[in-house]
């Protein structure tokens, strides 16, 4: 389980969010400071937790965050979009793939009686990943997204546009989209809205939340 505070009610109650039951967060932010405010939060829970794995794909400004928190980076893997030098993977490509090949395993080794820790892929601009992406890796992320969380691997994905319903923007590019529709991976449109759960900032600090199993947006204000 992982509960992420996310906004209050009007009566002043805290609700959270639960990623692992929620398969991947779409987070569309209007402010820096709303972006920031959450990658402490996921920091300090993973810092916390003996039972993650973190994949980091980031502005290297966000190292900090991780640290600060007792995550030992050098046991995630990361790719900061500015310091590929400094990462421990040096493309996005190289990124997609690396997910890519561990859910694969994974998934062949999905009934064995052992459960694999939990891992949570960071992404604090998904454009920076699939800007200019090549088909192959366009098609593996699009797999992750549909279909990783049955071996505990979940998606933070966020975007500075505050986007509703950011997957559906996320798979325009029409290679993309046209092999969803075409069952490739294993997706049909009225799944899409089940990607994930959907966090939507606005420039007057109100949170909209929508639970990957629904179609309504629940208006919530900053804690």
């Not at 310091?83 to 190289?94: L, Q, V, W």
Request: hydrophobic residues 35%.
């Amino acid at each position: 389980m992982l509960k992420l505070s996310i906004g209050r009610l009007s009566n002043g109650e805290i609700i959270y969010l639960d990623l692992i039951q929620s398969r991947n967060i779409f987070l569309s932010y209007f402010k820096t400071e709303q972006l920031e405010a959450f990658l402490r939060n996921i920091a300090e829970y993973s810092g916390n937790s003996d039972n993650t794995l973190l994949y980091i794909a980031t502005d290297s400004r966000y190292k900090g965050y991780f640290l600060d928190n007792g995550v030992k980076l050098n046991v995630c893997q990361t790719y900061f979009f500015d310091k590929p030098f400094r990462s421990t993977i040096k493309n996005k490509a190289e990124f997609i793939n690396s997910l890519h090949k561990e859910y694969t395993s994974r998934n062949r080794g999905k009934n064995k009686k052992e459960k694999p820790k939990t891992i949570i892929v960071i992404i604090d601009n998904i454009w920076n990943v699939i800007q200019n992406i090549s088909k192959s890796s366009g098609s593996k992320l699009i797999d992750l997204l549909s279909n990783s969380y049955v071996v505990e691997i979940h998606f933070i994905i966020a975007s500075s546009t505050s986007y509703y319903n950011l997957f559906n923007q996320i798979i325009q590019p029409a290679h993309m989209k046209n092999e969803i529709l075409e069952g490739k991976p294993n997706l049909q449109e009225k799944g899409i809205r089940n990607m994930g759960a959907e966090i939507i900032y606005n420039s007057d600090e109100l949170i909209f939340l929508k639970y990957h199993n629904s179609l309504e947006l629940n208006r919530l204000y900053k804690i």
